[in-house]
């Protein structure tokens, strides 16, 4: 089933209409531009272990978020700096974390793979592929039992749709009957290799369906898209409908991770997918729209800039956990820091 | 006093736990409509009901990874994974999710989860279904590890471990279920912290835990008609270890033996061992000892399987050479 | 800091092999020290250092074959100063060349060959001995000059083991408790036959052997008082030998002046029973054991290299036997006891150490002495530190004394207290601080 929706909503506005889709637009430039950011301190050794960027992605997490309120529960990979920023998490904590400060938002205990925010129930950055899927369940299963009107969106990639705790987890989720949505951003590779190679069913949103639970594709690169589908399939889940599943297609421009010299993936094909990137193709309708002028996209770029180098700069400052401290948190009883 | 079974008395735990806070549940397989494999769980489902006493698919670990979420979404689930062995099969949420979390978001995710499982050997059920794993999970930072070995461990255990706010793990030896005790009415709480001495002696330390406690005792009691006095020690927890208790006891008798049914390289008896190396070697007489299963695949044949597990004259052999 | 790289110890050397460390983390080097043995394809030299430092690190392990320019060891490099009590370096370097002299064993290492003074074994031998327990002292050198050789340093450690009091590593297996058992009852352990797995000395056998009666002596029927009286004697010895040999003694002496109280002590006795009457020994001992309040480094344990300081104050009293041997058992907590409670323990130690009856934690646990060999008849007693006590106080006899004070001269009362320190954990401002204190709290007996 395609998706259908291309503007959200019924008759709003313009103003409102446009208002919004310049709100979608910052924040899928934050992210951007948080990103390339990261490319740079990891360069300079700022940033160490793993990092992997959801350059290109960004509409996926920006669209999604939108139709979640601050009550509701995410889960994410170990790919998921654009969800923790459009989840609300501060870029000054996030990119404290990344470069493993005690200001970080967990404390630098975690880095890029493990970003936590207890206050918009952001479960992570999660490092084992599908690792997150359960948790999702859990939560969700918590909420069931409990009776709250909330939704869990969990976000992971094709890669994870190979794992058992992936079958297991959707399982699950359907037999109960609970309020997960699940969210798979498909960029057609699982690290290093292409979906065709890993999968013998390609069609994602099928094997979702095998389930008994309800499957939308959605084109992952146009944010209005991800926002309509989600809008609807999170209405679905909060209202009862149990499990739902989004199939986002999408694609990330650059490496899997900063150590991937991306030999496995055909650089035409690459730059044919830039051209759906999803930040012109917006700004390009908001100025078909006439909703934005000259100026504004640089005024908003620069505040960008500005508001990503602030944390930079946040980060750089920060200071580092004292080494006494490294037992802290191993269990409860010890966040006294008492010996065990 | 009433004498009942291991079993029941966990099962009274359960069901204490489940009567007094309507946030604890139980989720695993087999629970519900079967029962429980081990019969622990037998009646709940229609007391509690479906919502309460759920039983999940062969997901070990999504219904692990479920018990994770739905502790940190503000639940108490007690997850019952059949038996340690399946529970290779959830590993991943195990020490991944629920060891680490706490200490991954720096402290902002705590996972008062409480895993059982059935464990060990000595029902000729074969090297898949005979594990004895409590070493290797104790050697995970960020979880607690139990292994009640009396009546009154095996139902008071239960409500302690629910109200931890990290990750405990509850080790029950299989071939206990059917052991019966004597268990006060009016139950006393238990701590889930400390060892305990399960008989006072001078002239050996024999430490033991789960099933070995039996084996331990009934040495002890055959070595006492020999004029050696064995103290027994029970560990009941596995991590953190209660070393005050051990090295007290091995203060007063200058000897050590510690009896498990796991494998012997790199086990729980090579950390207790290292550590009253560590602590306690000025008091030594002898060397730390241990007794511990047969460094093999569990056979099925009955003879084998006997000779692969601690057995009461392994203990009393060790410990009539460690005084000699 | 520093790094100590493989030299180059001749021109075609591309790599070498560390055989043997000289120096561990913590020690403390000069330049001109050797630190090291180095295998090369032709022999074994000796390599020396070229900066003063300490050793921090040592990161090649002995056997590794590393190439020439690797780096062997850290060294954190400082000032000259040398703690005290560090073991034995090379003496202070004579610049010039001593003629006639080989001042190192056997092998030379190829670079600036300097000469470091009069006659001295070279450091690998220092370190054999030291390793086989071999005083160097004792042996006659047959190395170029009369310097002792490798080869003398294992020839002696060859011959019979029963050195006297050797404790070093050539002692008969035995288990820790055992070990540490015999360090408590002074019982030379390679006097003890061990009955334990493998021949080894166990608990049992060091008991068997030890001093107290009070520790059943299970088995041997031929422990006769006359062998347990020489088996202590010779336990004693052992003791008093390794004080001597292991810890650096400094002796202090004071006069005190007694006759406040002597004359509180006659007074109080008037008022007390005759059973609860005190002799002038209970105020020494009282004061004694609450000096240590004032300098701790008198009381504790010298174990493993450092300094542990007691807690409590058990106070070992030197007791005489009537065999003729001497033992020092403990008043637990003579700090916290009134002189009545002191004098009724002092008592009954004495009975029961002359009758052979104390317990193992009276034996165990002083963790300073005190000596009185006042009715001996000696002035002062300048005594040997009971390892692993770190103090030994003694009391003369007392005496009337000329005294000056205030331009007067008259006569008093007076008794010399001796201060016997290990240098290692006090020095005489301390000891010296020790001895003014027990002086002061005897100028006011009422309050001890």
């Known amino acids: ?340 | 006093m009433s004498t009942i079974t291991y079993r029941e008395a966990v099962r009274q735990g359960i069901r204490d736990a489940l009567v007094r806070d309507e946030r604890v549940f139980v989720m695993g397989e087999d629970i519900g409509h079967y029962g429980g494999c081990y019969a622990v769980t037998l009646g709940m489902l229609e007391e509690f009901g479906a919502q309460r006493i759920r039983d999940t698919p062969l997901s070990e670990s999504a219904f692990v990874g479920a018990g994770i979420g739905a502790a940190l979404g503000g639940m108490r689930p007690i997850v019952e994974i059949m038996t340690v062995n399946f529970s290779l099969l959830a590993l991943d949420q195990i020490m991944n999710n629920a060891a680490t979390l706490l200490y991954m978001s720096g402290g902002q995710f705590n996972v008062p989860l409480v895993i059982r499982m059935a464990t060990g050997a000595g029902r000729q059920v074969a090297a898949q279904h005979s594990h004895s794993l409590e070493g290797w999970y104790a050697h995970i930072p960020g979880l607690r590890i139990l292994a009640p070995a009396t009546v009154e461990d095996a139902r008071g255990m239960l409500w302690p471990a629910l109200n931890d706010p990290d990750p405990v793990l509850i080790f029950e030896h299989a071939m206990l279920y059917n052991v019966e005790g004597e268990l006060s009415d009016d139950p006393v709480p238990v701590d889930i912290s400390t060892a305990a001495i399960r008989r006072a002696g001078s002239d050996v330390t024999i430490i033991a835990y789960g099933g070995t406690v039996r084996t331990a005792l009934a040495a002890a009691e055959q070595l006492a008609s020999e004029g050696i006095s064995a103290e027994v020690i029970d560990l009941r927890c596995l991590r953190p270890l209660d070393t005050p208790t051990i090295f007290a006891s091995v203060a007063r008798t200058h000897r050590a033996l510690v009896v498990d049914e796991g494998w012997r390289s790199g086990g729980l008896s090579a950390e207790v061992s290292a550590r009253i190396t560590e602590e306690a070697f000025y008091d030594l007489d002898a060397p730390v000892a241990r007794v511990c299963g047969a460094e093999v695949p569990m056979p099925y044949a009955k003879h084998l399987e006997d000779e692969a597990i601690p057995q009461v004259q392994d203990v009393i052999a060790a410990v009539r050479q460690m005084v000699a | ?448």
């Open chain 1, 1 to 340: 089933m395609t998706d259908a929706v291309s503007s959200p909503g019924s008759v709003v506005a313009a103003t409102d209409v446009d208002a919004h889709m310049i709100h979608l637009l910052r924040e899928m430039m934050r992210i951007r531009r948080f990103e390339e950011r990261c490319v740079e301190l990891y360069s300079r050794t700022a940033i160490r272990g793993f990092l992997h960027l959801a350059i290109g992605e960004e509409a996926c997490a920006v669209g999604v978020m939108e139709a979640l309120t601050p009550d509701d529960a995410v889960v994410a990979t170990y790919r998921e700096h654009g969800h923790a920023l459009a989840r609300g998490l501060s870029m000054r904590a996030t990119m404290a974390e990344l470069e493993g400060k005690v200001e970080g938002c967990s404390r630098g205990r975690g880095g890029s793979m493990h970003l936590f925010d207890a206050s918009t129930r952001f479960y992570g950055g999660n490092a084992i592929v599908a690792g997150g899927l359960p948790l999702a369940v859990g939560l969700a299963l918590a909420d069931h039992l409990q009776g709250r009107r909330r939704v869990t969106a969990c976000f992971f990639g094709d890669g994870a749709v190979a794992e058992g705790e992936f079958h297991e987890s959707m399982n699950l989720a359907s037999l109960w009957h609970l309020p997960v949505l699940f969210c798979c951003e498909n960029n057609l590779y699982a690290m290093g290799t292409a979906l065709k190679f890993t999968e013998s069913e390609t069609d994602l949103s099928l094997k979702a369906s095998s389930y008994r639970i309800p499957s939308w594709e959605v084109d992952g690169m146009d944010v209005l898209a991800v926002e309509g589908a989600a809008r609807q399939a999170a209405e679905a889940v909060r209202g009862g409908g149990g499990p739902h599943f989004l199939e986002m297609r999408t694609y990330r421009f650059r490496a899997h991770s900063m150590y991937d010299p991306d030999r496995y993936r055909d650089k035409g094909e690459v730059e044919g997918w830039k051209e759906h990137d999803p930040i012109p193709a917006l700004a390009a309708q908001l100025s078909e729209r006439g909703a934005i002028a000259d100026g504004d996209l640089e005024r908003m770029e620069s505040e960008i800039d500005d508001e990503v180098q602030d944390a930079v700069t946040f980060a750089d400052a920060g200071t580092f956990e004292p080494i006494e401290d490294l037992e802290r948190f191993v269990t409860s009883e010890h966040s006294s820091g008492a010996t065990p």
């Open chain 3, 1 to 448: 800091m520093g790094d100590f790289t493989m030299p180059s110890l001749g021109a075609d050397m591309e790599s070498g092999k560390v055989t043997h460390w000289l120096v561990k983390p913590g020690d403390e080097v000069k330049r001109g020290d050797i630190v090291a043995v180095v295998q090369t394809e032709k022999s074994e030299i000796e390599v020396e250092i070229f900066e003063d430092g300490t050793v921090e690190e040592l990161v090649v392990a002995e056997g590794s074959q590393v190439p020439v320019g690797a780096v062997l060891a850290h060294i954190a490099t400082r000032g000259p100063a040398k703690a005290p009590g560090e073991r034995r370096s090379v003496p202070p370097v004579a610049r010039e060349p001593a003629t006639g002299h080989e001042v190192r064993a056997a092998s030379r290492h190829v670079q600036g060959a300097t000469s470091h003074g009069p006659l001295v074994e070279s450091p690998i031998v220092r370190h054999l001995a030291e390793r086989l327990g071999v005083s160097l002292e004792s042996l006659s050198g047959s190395g170029l000059g009369g310097v002792v050789t490798r080869a003398d340093v294992e020839r002696a450690a060859n011959t019979s083991a029963a050195r006297a009091g050797q404790l070093g590593s050539r002692r008969p297996a035995s288990s820790p408790f055992a070990r540490r058992l015999a360090g408590e009852l002074g019982v030379d352990l390679a006097q003890v036959t061990g009955t334990g797995p493998g021949g080894s000395v166990i608990e049992r056998d060091v008991r068997r052997a030890g001093l107290t009666a009070a520790s059943e002596v299970r088995g041997t029927p031929e422990a006769t008082s006359h062998d347990r009286q020489r088996a202590m004697q010779r336990a004693v010895g052992a003791l008093m030998a390794r004080s001597k040999r292991e810890v650096p003694h400094y002796y202090l002496r004071e006069t005190i002046d007694l006759s406040t109280s002597a004359a509180w002590l006659e007074q109080a006795n008037l008022e007390r029973p005759v059973e609860d009457r005190l002799v002038m020994a209970a105020l020494l001992f009282s004061a004694t054991a609450r000096a240590v309040k004032r300098v701790p480094e008198v009381n504790g344990f010298y174990v493993d290299g450092s300094f542990v300081p007691s807690a409590s104050v058990h106070l070992g009293i030197a007791i005489s036997q009537r065999s003729g041997g001497l033992i020092a058992p403990a008043i637990h907590d003579a700090d916290q006891l009134g002189l009545t409670e002191l004098m009724r323990q002092m008592k009954e130690l004495v009975i029961r150490a002359r009758e052979g009856i104390l317990r193992s934690s009276e034996m165990s646990d002083p963790t300073i002495t005190v000596t009185n060999l006042g009715d001996r008849g000696v002035e002062s007693v300048l005594g040997v530190i009971y390892p692993p006590q770190v103090a030994l106080v003694g009391f003369g006899r007392e005496s009337e004394q000329p005294w000056a004070a205030n331009g007067v001269v008259d006569v008093r009362r007076c008794v010399v207290a001796t201060l016997s320190g290990d240098h290692r954990v006090s020095d005489g401002i301390r000891g010296a601080r020790f001895l003014r204190e027990i002086d002061r709290l005897l100028q006011e007996p009422e309050k001890l």
